[in-house]
């Protein structure tokens, strides 16, 4: 079943110059699916976050999400469809510094006035998950930094969204913890049908996901599937990379897996 559909999205900034960042992309999501999207700096991996989670609007094309253009939505419809079917992971976590792991967790559901509970019973489940059990109580200037980004994937799964959009979540962790975070997305996108899509330039957090979207210059460059061993889809993914070019400081987040 497809989930997300990207129909000839074109994005142009208008300005002292215009730019056009995304030209007439289309792509297909399945549910359940957990998808990277790679290219160099400049190629319009964030403006398709942007207009995915409905941050900016579009210049021309669709953009359907369980079947719903969240373009087309008026304001009240949107921010009840961004917080009930989107869920969010970034670089820098964007946990709330005053709340505990578990305020932090509970939030979505605080805002959507779910029934306490049903949010203690959640937590507690979420928190088993993640590996948090220990740490509720904490607050994150406490916690390390695998810790926080554990929190944020909780936050952004605990009320079940259709779709969880990821940029760079990895981006600021050590490798045994990116590890452990992409082990945990690439798990709940097998056992709990979560749809993730990941912009990421790590070809190691890439080589976790069942597929890779290149794009360059905001156009369709390529996609490769993991169909073996995560080993050769990662030098698959670095064999695409090497013909798509760009600047070398964007695998500068390289490792070796
Ligand atoms: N608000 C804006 N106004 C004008 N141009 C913009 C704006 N936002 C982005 N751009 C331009 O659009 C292009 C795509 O930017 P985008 O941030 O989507 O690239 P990216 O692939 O995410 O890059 P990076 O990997 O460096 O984060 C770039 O050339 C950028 O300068």
Redesign the pocket.
């Known amino acids: 079943m497809t989930l997300v559909k990207i129909d000839e999205v074109t994005k142009v ?1 208008e ?1 002292k110059v215009t ?1 056009r ?1 995304l030209n007439q992309l289309s792509f297909e999501v399945e549910k359940g699916e957990f998808l990277a999207v790679m ?10 976050l ?1 207009l995915i989670s409905t941050i900016d609007s579009l210049t021309s094309g669709d953009i359907l999400i369980d079947g719903t253009n969240p373009h087309l939505l008026d304001p009240n419809d949107l921010a009840l469809f961004r917080r009930r079917k989107l869920g969010f992971v970034f670089q820098d976590f964007n946990l709330l510094q005053m709340l505990t792991v578990e305020e932090n967790l509970v939030l979505p559901l605080t805002l959507d006035y779910v029934p306490t509970h049903e949010m203690a019973s959640r937590v507690l489940d979420m928190a088993k998950r993640l590996n948090l059990t220990s740490i509720l109580h904490k607050r994150p200037n406490e916690i390390s930094g695998g810790e926080a980004q554990r929190t944020a994937i909780g936050r952004a799964l605990i009320h079940k969204p259709a779709l969880i959009l990821a940029d760079e979540p990895t981006g600021n962790l050590d490798s045994k913890a990116s590890r452990d975070v992409l082990e945990l997305l690439s798990a709940i996108s097998v056992e709990e049908k979560a749809t993730i899509i990941m ?1 990421t ?1 790590d070809p190691i957090a890439a080589s976790y996901c069942d597929r890779v979207l290149f ?1 360059k210059d ?1 156009e369709f460059f390529n996609e490769i599937y993991r169909d073996d061993r995560r080993q050769t889809f990662y030098q698959k993914i670095l064999n695409v990379l090497s013909l798509l070019g760009g600047n070398v400081n ?1 695998l500068s987040a390289t490792r070796l897996p």
């Open positions: 900034y300005g730019h960042a290219g160099p700096s400049g190629s319009g991996k964030t403006t398709l942007n912009v330039h794009i905001g964007d």
